[in-house]
């Protein structure tokens, strides 16, 4: 039974080690090396009208600069987790919302100089927890290829 445990822990061991192997290889193949970018926030009107998603664009490296960026798809998640919240005619409408502070956050990134390439960059906002009366600091993680923006909800106040 004390040897099972133990292969198991090595199982597990091995397996996380594998799997961080895996992911610095795919980062250094796919992802050169930042430089220089300003935290991303989340944008205000999917925050307000509580509504988060996924921005995926495909960015080309050229001598350490963003040279084109492309968006390969966008979708809209309402907070409630309400997929048919809205209609393709909303989301179209909301879309530009999250999709335009993705690309100019992009716009200011700089990577090693001699880099290029090409690779595809995730945004993910979402709203988590509480909702609280006034705008919380968003927590952002930063794992190229992968940028988490995650906020608390707040109830607007209305002029």
């Known amino acids: ?13 091995l397996g996380t080690f594998c799997f961080s192997q895996n992911i610095e290889a795919y980062a250094q193949i796919h992802c050169p090396r930042l430089t220089y970018a300003e935290v991303p926030f989340y944008p205000p009107v999917p925050w307000g009208m509580h509504f988060g998603g996924v921005v995926e664009i495909q960015i080309k490296i050229e001598n350490g600069t963003i040279r084109d960026a492309q968006l390969k798809r966008a979708t809209i998640e309402p907070q409630d987790g309400d997929k048919d919240k809205y209609t393709k ?3 179209d409408k909301l ?24 690779f595809v960059v995730t945004f993910i906002y979402r709203l988590e927890g509480e909702e609280t009366l006034e705008p919380e600091t968003p927590k952002v993680e ?15 106040t209305r002029s």
């Open 95 to 118: 879309l530009p919302y999250l999709t335009t502070p993705s690309l100019n956050n992009l716009k200011i990134w700089r990577f090693v100089p001699e880099q290029q390439g090409k």
């Open 142 to 156: 930063l794992e190229l290829p992968i940028i988490r923006v995650t906020a608390r909800p707040f109830k607007p």
């Open 89 to 91: 005619a909303a989301e």
């Open 1 to 13: 039974m004390a040897s099972d445990s133990i292969r198991f822990i090595l199982f597990l061991l």
